[in-house]
C-alpha cells in the first residue's frame, strides 16, 4: 500500500527556515522522480519542485533559490529544505511520487505558516 507522509511544517516568521521530509513506502523509491507540491488557502495545489532519480531538480521560479529538494534513497525520504521563508509561502505541503501510476495518491501534507 502506498503511504505518503509529510513532516516538518510548522509556524515560522518571515526570513526563518523549515525542512520539509516525506517518508515514502509502498513504492520503488530509488526509480521513482519526486515531486513537492503546496496548496495555499483558495489556490490551486502548486509544483514547487522536482528531483530526478538522478538527482537533478527543477523549481518553480517563486522558490528559486531558497528551496532545496533532495532525497536519501536508502530512507525513501524526499526532503525540502526551505529559506528565506515569505508569507506567500504559507501553504499545506505534499510529496508525491510523480510516475502516472501514483497519481491518485497524495499524503495528508504538512502545514507551513509563515507569519511575524
Known amino acids: 500500500q502506498v503511504q505518503l507522509v509529510e513532516s516538518g511544517g510548522g509556524l515560522v516568521q518571515p526570513g526563518g527556515s523549515l525542512r520539509l521530509s516525506c517518508a515514502a513506502s509502498?513504492?520503488?523509491?530509488?526509480?521513482?522522480?519526486m515531486a513537492w507540491y503546496r496548496q495555499a488557502p483558495g489556490k490551486q495545489r502548486e509544483l514547487v519542485a522536482t528531483?530526478?532519480?538522478?538527482?537533478?531538480?527543477n523549481y518553480v521560479d517563486s522558490v528559486k533559490d531558497r528551496f532545496t529538494i533532495s532525497r536519501d534513497n536508502a530512507k525513501k525520504t524526499v526532503y525540502l529544505q526551505m529559506n528565506t521563508l515569505k508569507s506567500d509561502d504559507t501553504a499545506i505541503y505534499y510529496c508525491?511520487?510523480?510516475?502516472?501510476?501514483?497519481?491518485?495518491?497524495w499524503g495528508q501534507g504538512t502545514q507551513v505558516t509563515v507569519s511575524s
Open positions: 508525491k511520487p510523480m510516475p502516472s501510476a501514483y497519481r491518485n495518491y
Open positions: 528531483i530526478t532519480t538522478g538527482g537533478s531538480t
Open positions: 509502498g513504492i520503488t523509491f530509488s526509480l521513482c522522480d
